[in-house]
C-alpha cells in the first residue's frame, strides 16, 4: 500500500464569454422571448375561441380538465418567460460592463434590456385569470326551438 499523496487535478474556470458570443446570445435569448409570447398568444387566442364558439354551455368536468391544463400551461409559460427574461437581463447587463458605452451601443443594449419585464408577466396572469374566468362564466345563447 502506497501513502503517496495523488494529485489533484486543478479545475479550471471557463475563459471568460467574448463580445461577441454574448451578443449572439443575447439575440437568441431575445428570439426566446418572441417564441414563447408568439405561442402563448395563439394558444390564449385559441382557448378563446373554443369558448366563444360554444353551441352549448360546456360542463363541470370540461370546464374542470380545461382551466386544469390552462393553468398547467400557463406555469410553464411564465416560468420560461420569467427565466429568458432573468438570462437576457445577466446577458445585456455583461455586455455592457465588457463593451463600454457610445451612443450606437446604449441604443443596442436598450433594444436588448427587458427591464420592465415584470408588467409582461403581470399582463400574462390578468390575461389567465381572464379566460378562467371566460371557462367558468361564459354561457352561449341557445337559439332556436
Not at 7 to 12: D, H, K
Not at 59 to 76: L, R
Not at 115 to 132: E, M, P, S
Request: glycine share 6%; charged share 15%.
Amino acid at each position: 500500500m502506497d501513502n503517496e499523496q495523488q494529485p489533484t487535478p486543478e479545475t479550471t474556470s471557463p475563459p471568460p464569454a467574448t463580445i461577441d458570443q454574448l451578443l449572439n446570445a443575447a439575440y437568441k435569448l431575445n428570439d426566446w422571448l418572441n417564441f414563447y409570447w408568439n405561442f402563448y398568444v395563439v394558444f390564449v387566442g385559441v382557448v378563446f375561441g373554443w369558448i366563444f364558439s360554444a353551441k352549448s354551455p360546456w360542463q363541470f368536468k370540461q370546464q374542470f380538465v380545461v382551466t386544469t391544463f390552462f393553468i398547467g400551461f400557463a406555469a410553464v409559460s411564465i416560468g420560461a418567460l420569467a427565466r429568458t427574461y432573468f438570462a437576457l437581463n445577466r446577458t445585456s447587463t455583461s455586455l455592457r460592463e465588457k463593451w463600454g458605452h457610445d451612443p450606437f451601443k446604449d441604443a443596442l443594449l436598450s433594444k436588448l434590456s427587458q427591464g420592465l419585464w415584470r408588467i409582461g408577466i403581470v399582463i400574462h396572469l390578468i390575461a389567465d385569470a381572464t379566460v378562467i374566468y371566460c371557462i367558468w362564466t361564459f354561457k352561449p345563447a341557445v337559439t332556436g326551438p
